[in-house]
């Protein structure tokens, strides 16, 4: 091949590469929402979209940078920022109200083809924790409760992930996989000392003889789990409480979130089966973490 060829194909591999890019990071489209939004059922449709073979793919390091930013954005409350950042990454932007609540919502999700997921930000309130969802689709009913958790608690943000934990050959496990863009939310949340309770479900063969486990993973012991434990317990629930006793794996010792905490509180919270099954336990759930939080 001549020199000129060379570099004739050299250019047009450049041009094609920049393309397959301004493609994947074609700017994301807002909607503005006239009357409330039904968040209830926006998530169950994309719960019911997820499965072990849909797509997933870890962002590449610009990416993550531009999710840091668009993350720290949000928590200092400057939204056009973070909605052109999150739109230059390709999420679609929901604004509207809740149509249970009537507060302000602002949903920034990420494309499905992506498998990233996304996060429920109530722009009334400063933020002041995150609701964490790593298992949509999988861990049953975990986006029920985080959803109501999320409502319950003025100033939190719902961090969900957008596909089930087995896709992409298990890559789409963001608790484990510190590359994903879950772990850049979450490590953000972190760096501005925002409280996360992250939510995960067990069989309850798993651990017969107890309802719930708490755990702080990998990240230190802290006064929010002991006092989640307990007002669980004040309502007849066997708990297990990782700092005390083994609860057979299911203390997320190997969560990635947990181990970038750092000082921040971590929560990992494993629900039986019997806890997530009913509406009526999920709102017992909910209402012993919150009154935890108070």
């Not at 609860?247 to 905490?261: F, I, S």
Request: proline share 4%.
């Amino acid at each position: 091949m001549t020199t000129s060829l060379r570099t004739g194909a050299v250019l047009m591999t450049a041009v094609l590469a920049a393309l397959t890019l301004a493609c994947t990071r074609a700017p994301g489209r807002a909607e503005v929402v006239s009357g409330p939004i039904d968040l209830h059922e926006w998530i169950a449709k994309q719960v019911a979209s997820m499965s072990a073979t849909g797509p997933y793919r870890d962002p590449d390091r610009s990416e993550r940078e531009s999710g840091r930013k668009a993350f720290d954005a949000v928590v200092r409350g400057d939204l056009a920022v973070a909605e052109k950042l999150f739109g230059d990454l390709g999420f679609r932007i929901t604004q509207g109200t809740d149509l249970r609540t009537g507060r302000a919502v602002r949903i920034y999700w990420a494309d499905p083809e992506t498998g990233w997921g996304g996060l429920l930000v109530d722009p009334s309130a400063p933020a002041r924790s995150v609701v964490e969802v790593p298992h949509p689709a999988y861990d049953l009913n975990t986006e029920k409760l985080g959803l109501s958790l999320y409502r319950a608690l003025p100033g939190s943000l719902m961090l969900m992930a957008g596909a089930q934990r087995q896709a992409a050959g298990g890559e789409a496990d963001v608790a484990h996989n510190d590359r994903s863009m879950f772990q850049v939310f979450a490590v953000a949340a972190a760096g501005h000392g925002l409280p996360q309770l992250q939510l995960h479900g067990f069989a309850d063969r798993s651990l017969p003889g107890a309802d719930a486990v708490v755990s702080t993973g990998s990240a230190a012991h802290n006064d929010l789990a002991v006092r989640i434990a307990r007002e669980l317990e004040a309502d007849d629930r066997q708990v297990c409480r990782a700092w005390v006793s083994r609860c057979t794996g299911l203390e997320g010792r190997t969560n990635v979130q947990g181990a970038a905490a750092g000082d921040a509180e971590f929560i990992h919270l494993e629900l039986g089966w019997s806890l997530r099954r009913d509406l009526s336990d999920r709102d017992r759930v909910r209402d012993a973490v919150v009154a935890a939080w108070a």
